[in-house]
């Protein structure tokens, strides 16, 4: 693409590329010289250009501009970065159905589960915590809401791929750094917000107004799906142009989940839904992922499809690896992987296992909290397990460059009627919590859900996961007793 293609006033010179980030080669590409929290593209520009820039697309005055390249001074560079690769990859989210979800808990398991219904008609990719996932193709990805223009270049590539849909996930930290500029969203789905991410944002309000920012955003054109039993369900879609549909359990919605019966092993339910009703079994398990359900159900509706198409589909729903994943190998009792990491979503996984926990038995958690990040939830993390738990093992979970043994210790204030463990190592800790259990105890192993890493001090250090830690470890139990 020529840059006069982009700019109308720019030399006719050939752009192959997009580019940010100044260490990366990059022939013949266009550098965008973006603020962020800890550097300035500004004072890369000279390194970018050795790595093959060409233009330099900038807002401050104060830059050296005696290197062989164009430059384009612009009042936003972010928002210019936005409009330039939306012409660059010919705007890849208006050939597609973009759904955006948003809240505090729920966004994977919303996309997964939406992902696979409209995967029985069209094919579905995928954007979020757990990469780049369509056309049995996947990548790995670092943040859960990408930059543009590896979001415009993905959605291209699905475009290529005939893809109809994509499911993204949308973190209140991607709406606030601009990462979803210039990207048309035919529906926005809101699920919840509880307490997170107040490091970043700094209170609840200003991370209520990063989401609604999103929905403010909408235009006539599109859909906005709120739950409607969540505090902020309504505030939140209160000035959207776009045509607003709810989903709920405890008030009257447009897709209602009434006579709900949650069992151990998944649920039923009525749905009332476009002047229908229909019976519901899934395999779902637990109250919040009912709420999951009904957004994912919604989402699949509102894009014109017919939902007794998709019924047979929800008996057996894939399992989400992470999320809520139940580790099986024959073993007397139960083990819950689960990502959960914050007060809202431990509390959710504690209420469920309390409501199928067998009388006489035991629900034992292992968990711990992010080093560096939000320390204000550590003694509400505390407070949860002590209320719920009977015995706690606390660990590391992403510790950075802080003491897991201080991090655990701020958990154990909130702690004055259970048990804890201190275990820093999670294998051992996870391990030993298993070695106690007795028949019908409940183990919940809560933090990390699939991830297959640890932030340590010196950066990310690989981990096998939560699940194969505990499923090695109950093999090699329960070898032994055949012994």
């Given at each position: ?39 300035d593209g500004h ?336 003694k509400m993390f ?95 139990l329960l070898s032994?007793?055949?012994?």
């Amino acid at each position: 693409m020529k840059l006069n293609e982009i700019f109308k006033k720019a030399p006719e010179i050939e752009i192959e590329s997009i580019s940010f980030d100044s260490r990366k080669k990059m022939k013949n590409s266009l550098f965008f010289c973006i603020k962020g929290i800890k550097n300035d593209g500004h004072k890369h520009i000279k390194e970018a250009v050795s790595n093959g820039a060409v233009a330099i697309c900038f807002s401050d005055d104060d830059i050296d501009k005696s290197l062989k390249a164009v430059y384009i001074k612009v009042n936003d560079v972010v928002k210019t970065l936005g409009r330039v690769s939306n012409i660059f990859y010919n705007y890849p989210s208006f050939n597609l159905n973009l759904v955006g979800i948003t809240g505090t808990n729920g966004k994977t398991s919303v996309s997964i589960i939406a992902k696979e219904l409209l995967d029985k008609d069209y094919k579905a990719g995928y954007i979020g915590t757990l990469g780049i996932i369509y056309d049995e193709i996947y990548f790995s990805q670092h943040y859960t809401t990408p930059d543009i223009n590896s979001s415009n270049y993905y959605l291209s590539k699905m475009n290529e791929k005939s893809c109809k849909y994509c499911l993204m996930e949308v973190s209140s930290i991607g709406i606030a750094a601009k990462r979803i500029e210039g990207l048309n969203f035919k529906i926005a789905a809101y699920t919840n917000l509880t307490h997170d991410h107040l490091d970043y944002h700094g209170s609840m309000k200003e991370y209520f107004n990063a989401k609604k920012l999103f929905f403010d955003s909408l235009n006539y054109l599109s859909i906005a799906i709120t739950n409607i039993d969540d505090e902020y369900g309504s505030e939140i879609v209160k000035d959207c142009k776009a045509k607003i549909v709810t989903y709920g359990i405890e008030k009257d919605a447009d897709y209602q989940a009434i006579d709900l019966k949650i069992k151990a092993n998944g649920s039923e339910f009525i749905l009332k839904a476009k002047n229908k009703s229909y019976k519901i079994y899934t395999n779902l398990m637990a109250r919040y992922n009912i709420y999951n359900l009904l957004c994912a159900i919604a989402i699949y509706a509102e894009l014109g499809n017919d939902i007794e198409r998709i019924l047979p589909k929800l008996n057996n729903i894939s399992q989400i690896k992470g999320r809520m994943q139940s580790v099986e190998v024959g073993q007397p009792f139960k083990v819950i992987v689960d990502f959960a990491h914050t007060p809202d979503g431990l509390t959710k996984v504690f209420e469920f296992a309390s409501s199928i926990v067998e009388k006489g038995s035991r629900i034992v958690t292992v968990f711990g909290s992010a080093g560096r990040r939000d320390s204000l939830k550590r003694k509400m993390f505390g407070q949860i397990a002590d209320k719920y738990a009977d015995l706690i093992y606390l660990t590391e979970d992403d510790p950075r460059d802080e003491s897991i043994i201080d991090i655990a210790k701020e958990i154990e204030a909130g702690i004055s009627k259970k048990t804890s463990i201190i275990i820093e190592d999670r294998k051992e800790a996870i391990e030993s919590a298993i070695s106690i259990l007795g028949k019908n105890d409940i183990l919940l192993i809560l933090g990390k859900g699939d991830e297959k890493f640890l932030y340590k001090e010196f950066g990310k250090e690989y981990y096998e996961g939560d699940d194969i830690v505990a499923k090695n470890y109950i093999k090699k139990l329960l070898s032994e007793v055949e012994r």
